[in-house]
Nanobody, 123 residues
Framework: QVQLVESGGGLAQTGGSLRLSCAAS????????MGWYRQAPGKQRELVAD???????DYPDSVKGRFTISRDNAKNTVYLQMNSLKPEDTAVYYC?????????????????WGQGTLVTVSS
């Protein structure tokens, strides 16, 4: 089994900063990418940031220049530094992992989700 443990959510004021962390543990053979998605009430889940094992990153225009994703491969941990927060950044943020894990003694390519952490930005 693979588990993603997120931390760092909470309340921030407009213009403030928060840092999210996500640690992966379990029977992981390799990680292709880790990232963060978010879902606001009444909206679909959307990509916030993604980083590959090689360090390539991807951001939507809505967070580009404000959010930075980084990764510690040795710890299977990904971080999301969020600066210049806006009220529209309010959402539940989910950690995501895509990679090969051991499932029932066999390697499987899976997509794993964390339980989510709430980020609230007040105006």
């Amino acid at each position: 089994q693979v588990q993603l443990v997120e931390s760092g959510g909470g309340l921030a004021q407009t213009g403030g900063s928060l840092r999210l962390s996500c640690a992966a543990s379990g029977s992981i053979l390799s990680i292709n990418s880790m990232g963060w998605y978010r879902q606001a009430p009444g909206k679909q889940r959307e990509l916030v940031a993604d980083i590959t094992s090689g360090g390539s990153t991807d951001y939507p225009d809505s967070v580009k220049g404000r959010f930075t994703i980084s990764r510690d491969n040795a710890k299977n941990t990904v971080y999301l530094q969020m600066n210049s927060l806006k009220p529209e950044d309010t959402a539940v943020y989910y950690c995501n992992l895509k990679g090969v894990v051991i499932l029932d003694t066999s390697p499987r390519y899976l997509e794993v989700w964390g339980q989510g952490t709430l980020v609230t930005v007040s105006s």
